[in-house]
């Protein structure tokens, strides 16, 4: 670990992560694909993240060490709202859960964007909610979820009650960064100041992708 570097918030406006029971990186990274991975502060990390979550998407994600018996994935290629690879990120989730026992995906807009979760036990999908294509959510509302629904008397899902005024509060309430504070690890505004830290942050290219500069292969270099 570089000397003195502590977890910081991970935020952007658009944030996406993976949480991971246990401490694996570099299994981790082998079962995602991920390829040369290299050290680097959290300071960093943000900037890279906070890059890729507004376009300028180079093919790097950040990878904690452990924190507080998690690791964390962070960046755009961890989105389990994406239409285009929602059931992708859902089979990798299980397949980590499968190994590692839990893991879980999540997206949250800071600006009133939208959240999702995906949460897989034992290599199966136990919940995925996605206030953006609430017809896509999947399984029984987690406790944070029923204790809501139950607290104002609503029945079924939150998915079932998306266009009523009565689960307005619901995206506050609920919103994916407090059902990770909850479940795994905030990597938004949470990240514990006095979290037990094992291992070294590091930048790692995912699958199919490579430098468009192989001159400068990495930020700050």
Known sequence: M?????????????????????????????????SDPQPTTYALARDVVDDASHGRDT???CVTGEIN????????WCNPADSSRRE???????????????AHAFYWGSQGDGSAWLIARDGHTVRRY????????????LPIEQHYLDQFNIPGRPEDHAD????????FAC???KVAETLSLDVVWGMPADADVRGQVVLAWV????????TRRWPGA
Do not use: H, K
């Open 69 to 76: 018996g998690w690791t964390a994935v962070v960046g755009p």
């Open 175 to 177: 919103s994916a960064q």
């Open 2 to 34: 570089i000397v003195g570097d502590r977890p910081q918030p991970l935020d952007s406006c658009w944030n996406y992560w993976l949480c991971i029971a246990g401490g694996d990186q570099a299994g981790i990274m082998g079962m995602l694909g991920f």
């Open 88 to 102: 992708e990120v859902r089979l990798l989730v299980e397949a980590l859960s499968g190994t590692y026992g839990e």
């Open 207 to 214: 699958p199919d992708r490579t430098p468009v500069d192989p």
């Open 130 to 141: 996605n206030s953006l294509a609430p017809w896509t959510s999947l399984g029984d509302p």
């Open 164 to 171: 009523d005024d009565d689960i307005f509060e619901f995206e």
């Open 59 to 61: 093919g790097l994600v």
